[in-house]
Structures are given as C-alpha cells and as structure tokens.
C-alpha cells in the first residue's frame, strides 16, 4: 500500500524556535509538496520539489524554507517559527501531478507555535 | 486570477437524502479537474479527475460531473460513513493545484 508518512502529528513550539517537519514516501515518486490548511482557506501550497535538490516556492513560501537531499524525504524548515504559522501542515508526493492530479497526501502535522 | 470556489460550505443531510456540492471554478486552459474526501484529522484522498465538459465519473454513492464553468460532486442515499469534507482541486500548472476550501458533508443517521 503507497503511504506518506509524517514524521510528528502534532507538536507544540516557541516563538522563535526552528521547527523541521518531515516528510517520506515510499512510493519512488518524482513530486513532493508542502500544503498549509486553514479553516475557510483551504489547502495553500508552501513549495514543491520535483526532483532531488530541486524546489520551487509555492503561493506562501514565507518564513519556510525547504530540504530534498534524497528522493524519498521532503522536509519543510521554519527557521523563526511565528503565531501565524499555527496550521495543519500537509505533505503529498506524486508522480505526474499534471495528468492525473493524484496526489497521495499524508495524515498531517498540527503545528502550535504559542 | 485563477480561483477555485466550493458552496455550499457545510450541508447536513439525513441518510439516504441524495444532493450535490458544488465546485466553480475560474482558471485559463483547464488541465482536469479533481475531487478529493478528507476524514477528520487526515490527509486528503484522491476520489476522481475529470478532463472535459460532459466527462462522469462514479463511486460507490457518489458521481462527479464536470461543465464548461463548474463541477458538481452528486451524492446518492448517502450513508453516513459518507460524512467528510470533500475538495475540489485544478492545476493551474504543470506541478501546481489550487485547492477549493470544501464542503463538509455531514449526513445523520
């Protein structure tokens, strides 16, 4: 069975703290990305990697920088993490986002940075 | 600008009371059109895409239509295992999808 797999569902941070969030998938796909999901705004993507060491930045690419060292993993980095950063944070693969538009998400990670 | 409008925003149904969701959308050159079901608490799942007006595509309970200007996500005596947000997403290009913000579909026993 494909799977996304995120390394921490929910974690609690600090103003000011540097936060990874990391993401695998085991399904040997070219594409991985990094959603945000707020309520009445929907899923707003942060970037995406469609190669290994490849990244372009998505609609809200601030304050978050972003890591593709090996196929397999995509990692979103908050190098100052902020109030407003508080969301749901979703990361996906796929293999031709452009044909098909199947993206295989996974479960989320719930970000509270107080 | 491209966008991507779900309505209603929540609907409530009573089991076996059949409806459809909506999703307009406004984008140049449409590369497909995909509908997604997210359970609480996860990520989405992929339920469809659909490439061209009169295009149908069927599940279970439910069916997704697509015209020149909007989709529609039409839901049969729905269960309610049913119940779940359900998204509409477009690539506005080759690797980017602009999602809709959902409808939440609860359906009552």
């Known amino acids: 069975d494909v799977k996304v797999t995120q390394s921490s569902r929910y974690l609690v941070k600090r103003t000011g703290e540097k936060v990874f969030l990391e993401c695998v998938q085991d399904?040997?796909?070219?594409?991985m990305f990094w959603y945000r999901q707020d309520p009445g705004l929907g899923l707003r993507l942060i970037y995406f990697s469609y190669d290994v060491k490849m990244k372009e930045k998505g609609d809200i690419p601030e304050g978050y920088s972003v890591s593709r060292e090996k196929k397999e993993r995509f990692s979103l980095i908050l190098e100052s993490a902020s109030t407003n950063q508080t969301s749901m944070y979703l990361c996906?693969?796929?293999?031709?986002?452009?044909?098909?538009?199947?993206?295989?998400f996974g479960e989320g990670s719930r970000l509270t940075v107080l | 600008e491209d966008q991507v409008t779900q309505s209603p925003e929540a609907l409530r149904l009573q089991e076996g009371e059949s409806s459809s969701l909506n999703c307009s959308y406004t984008?140049?050159?449409?590369?497909?059109l995909f509908w997604y079901r997210q359970d609480p608490g996860k990520g989405p799942e992929f339920l469809f895409t659909l490439y061209s007006a009169g295009e149908e595509k069927e599940k279970e309970r439910l069916k997704a239509t697509l015209t020149k200007k909007e989709s529609f996500l039409h839901i049969t005596a729905p269960k309610p295992e049913d119940s779940a947000t359900y998204l509409c997403a477009v690539p506005r290009s080759a690797s980017k999808i602009i999602f809709g913000s959902g409808t939440r579909l609860s359906i009552r026993p």
């Open positions: 984008v140049s050159g449409l590369r497909g």
């Open positions: 996906a693969s796929s293999k031709q986002v452009a044909n098909t538009g199947e993206l295989f």
């Open positions: 399904m040997d796909h070219e594409n």
